[in-house]
Structure formats: structure tokens, C-alpha cells
């Protein structure tokens, strides 16, 4: 998942940016809110993690900016103003949770494994998939009691599609979640495909992978019955 990181605070930045990436969050990073709207309006996200306090213009104005044109990114203030009047404001104009600073990071991560669970009404961290059990915390995947390997890319391709279940998300979609601004058009779109060769041979060896679409023209889907 695709994380922007606005906070002026350089090391605090780097702080969150180095404990995300451990829990594989693909994060950018913008420090004022010119910024922020440029890296917005050229990318989408599915975390902003919003600081209020930004040189150049106030993160409600900023909060109000994104609101406008992202209406499924998730978006956590992250404030030293821990008012309740800041933090009503906050959530009325759009916010999806505020964290108070000083913070736990470990917090900050729970909260937003908390809101994933909400929002693709993940139940259980153990998923049935065909034949297949995805466990999502461990990020393994299992045919009975047979662990197959799937490299770090495959398995997180794998894993939003399944986030996104029943919806068919476009190449450059998958392309720019999981690679970011390292995605190259033409090229990275191939790269899903080779991603996608791979997981279904891999999986194949143990089961049919039909519940794995393509989507003639846009993309790939994973078709569930839940």
C-alpha cells in the first residue's frame, strides 16, 4: 500500500517513513503543502498521513485541497494541537482518525491496520482463497498444510488485489500502489503481468487459480463469493 508521509519535521519523517517500510508500506514523503498537492495530484494514495502544522498553509485548508478529488484515500491528522475542538474539526472536514503528537509509532501502525480491517471488512487475518488460505499478518499464503513461496512483490500484487476483491484494478492501478513513483508506464505494466504468470504457475502446481481474472483490456480482478 502507497503511503504520503506530510510532515515538516524531517527526522520525524524519516522516523515514520523507516517504520512503515519495515511493515511493507510503500511511502513518499512531502513537507509542505505545495508539496503534498503536487505529489497528490500526480499520484494516488491509499494513506496520507497529514501533519497540521505545515509551513506554507494550514493542514485543514490542506485536509479540505486532497478531500476534493480523493475520496478513498485514508487520511490520519497528525497534530501537537490535541484539542478537542481541533480534532472535531478535523474529523468533520474529512479526517479518518488523529493521532496526537508525541505518538507511538507502534500505535500509528495498529491504527492503521485497524482502519484496513474496517474498511475491506477484513473479519479474520486468515482468508480463504479457492483452495487457498492467505494468512495476512504472516504474509503467507497455504494449500493445506503446504507453505508456497511467493517473492515479496508477488505476494503483495496478491494481496491488494484480494483488499480489492471483486473490482478489477487496471495495470498502471497495481503498477502505482505497490511501485510508486518508481513505476515506468509501459515497462512496470509488463511487470504485473510477469508477477501474475508467476503467482498462477506457482499456485497451479496445487490448485486451479480461476477465482484470478483477467480482464481483457484493463487489468486483473480476483472473484470471491464473499
Known amino acids: 500500500m502507497r503511503v504520503l508521509i506530510v510532515e515538516d519535521e524531517h527526522s520525524l ?4 517513513e523507516a517504520a512503515l517500510q519495515k511493515s511493507h508500506f510503500l511511502c513518499d514523503r512531502a513537507h509542505t503543502a ?3 498537492l503536487d505529489r497528490t ?4 494514495y491509499d494513506f496520507i498521513l497529514l501533519d497540521i502544522g505545515l509551513p506554507d498553509k494550514d493542514g485543514f485548508w490542506l485536509l479540505q485541497e486532497i478531500r476534493k478529488d480523493h475520496t478513498e484515500t485514508v487520511i490520519i491528522m497528525l497534530t501537537a ?3 478537542v475542538e481541533d480534532r472535531i474539526r478535523g474529523l468533520d472536514m474529512g479526517a479518518d482518525d488523529y493521532l496526537a503528537k508525541p505518538f507511538s509509532l507502534l500505535e500509528l501502525q495498529s491504527r492503521m491496520q485497524a482502519i484496513i480491517r474496517r474498511k475491506f471488512k477484513l473479519h479474520d487475518q486468515q482468508l480463504k482463497l479457492g483452495a487457498f488460505t492467505i494468512h495476512v499478518k504472516n504474509r503467507t499464503i497455504h494449500y493445506e498444510d503446504i507453505e508456497i513461496s511467493l517473492s515479496r512483490k508477488e505476494f503483495d500484487l496478491l494481496n491488494y488485489l484480494l483488499l480489492h476483491k471483486n473490482r478489477p484494478l487496471s495495470r498502471m492501478q497495481l503498477s502505482d500502489h505497490l511501485w510508486g513513483d518508481n513505476a515506468d508506464d509501459e515497462y512496470d505494466s509488463n511487470y504485473i503481468d510477469v508477477h501474475i504468470k508467476n503467482i498462477r504457475k506457482k499456485l497451479n502446481v496445487y490448485a486451479d487459480t480461476e477465482w484470478l481474472e483477467t480482464i481483457r483490456g484493463i487489468g486483473y ?3 470471491t463469493d464473499a
Do not use: H, M, Q, V
Open 13 to 16: 519523517a524519516t522516523e515514520i
Open 221 to 223: 480482478k480476483i472473484r
Open 41 to 44: 495530484d500526480t499520484g494516488s
Open 81 to 83: 494541537r490535541g484539542e
Open 34 to 36: 505545495k508539496e503534498a
